[in-house]
């Protein structure tokens, strides 16, 4: 089972457990046994581009993240490995400013969440159907982000299909684009267990403990982690991890079962044909 993860959140994003503490996310994943973590919250802008105002830190707050986890990196050195970087959209003009956070922490992830529509308005997913150029568009962004060096991992890459019925013609186009160039830069996709927990242990955005068997009867109709999608990546060679995308307390404290759940969805046989990274 993996001991690490990439994909944590803070209070700062402002859409995370607002009375929840940096440390106490720490505290979790050492009762986890976990060996290594990255603290990845919603990257600020240096232009804001995102005009929402619950989904990411403030520029001006960048600072005091990066030191809060500093202190902490040191406090915890002997109980678990701790990196920072951000969780960022790729943008065409934003590229050196993506850069400037990149080269100031350990990691970017990629949690590409919208694009720019044909009149640069952002087209945010889950908030409204995308077209199929649209759907394509989102693909080559990712592309284009690998191109440029900007990721170090691809956070939810199956995340078009908020919206989509069927893993079609288009989808799979899109999931083949990612694939590709996932390979050819080396990139690892993760496996977000975020949208599962919604869906089940923190359903009606309430933590409940009912039986893992009946939150399976919660995952059909999920939009991602998508079985279409995974199954093309197991055709490329390409490195996958999981991502618990923490934003609530005891989220963490559910990594086995989120597994379990993301794993019944895809399939064995498609796990155990994935390249799970080994740290
Ligand atoms: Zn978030
Ligand atoms: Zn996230």
């Not at 402002?14 to 990255?38: G, S, W």
């Not at 080269?103 to 992830?109: L, P, V």
């Not at 186009?173 to 993760?190: R, S």
């Not at 794993?263 to 155990?272: A, D, H, V, Y």
């Amino acid at each position: 089972m993996q001991k690490f993860n990439y994909h944590s959140h803070t209070y700062r994003c402002k859409h995370a457990e607002l009375d929840m503490k940096d440390e106490e996310y720490i505290q979790e994943y050492i009762k986890m046994k976990f060996e290594k973590i990255a603290f990845t919250d919603h990257c600020p802008e240096k232009n804001e581009i995102d005009k929402r105002t619950n989904m990411r830190m403030k520029y001006t707050e960048k600072n005091e993240y990066l030191n809060s986890i500093k202190k902490l990196k040191e406090k915890y050195a002997d109980k678990i490995e701790i990196e920072v970087g951000y969780e960022a959209e790729y943008l065409p003009g934003e590229e050196a400013n993506l850069m400037e956070l990149k080269n100031e922490t350990d990691k970017i992830i990629l949690g590409q969440h919208f694009i720019y529509d044909n009149n640069n308005k952002l087209k945010i997913f889950g908030k409204e159907d995308f077209t199929d150029e649209e759907l394509i568009r989102y693909a080559e962004y990712i592309e284009k982000a690998m191109e440029l060096n900007i990721p170090n991992i691809i956070a939810h890459p199956d995340i078009y299909m908020l919206r989509r019925k069927d893993f079609g013609e288009i989808e799979s186009k899109v999931a083949n684009i990612i694939c590709k160039a996932a390979e050819k830069y080396n990139i690892p996709l993760e496996i977000n267990l975020n949208n599962v927990f919604s869906k089940t242990y923190y359903e009606n955005r309430i933590l409940n403990n009912a039986p893992i068997e009946e939150q399976k009867e919660k995952l059909i109709n999920i939009a991602y982690p998508c079985k279409g999608f995974w199954e093309i990546v197991t055709k490329y060679n390409i490195k996958v991890l999981y991502g618990i995308d923490a934003h609530r307390r005891g989220q963490i404290l559910l990594w086995n079962e989120l597994v379990e759940l993301a794993n019944e969805i895809l399939g064995k046989e498609t796990i155990e044909k994935l390249n799970f990274i080994e740290k």
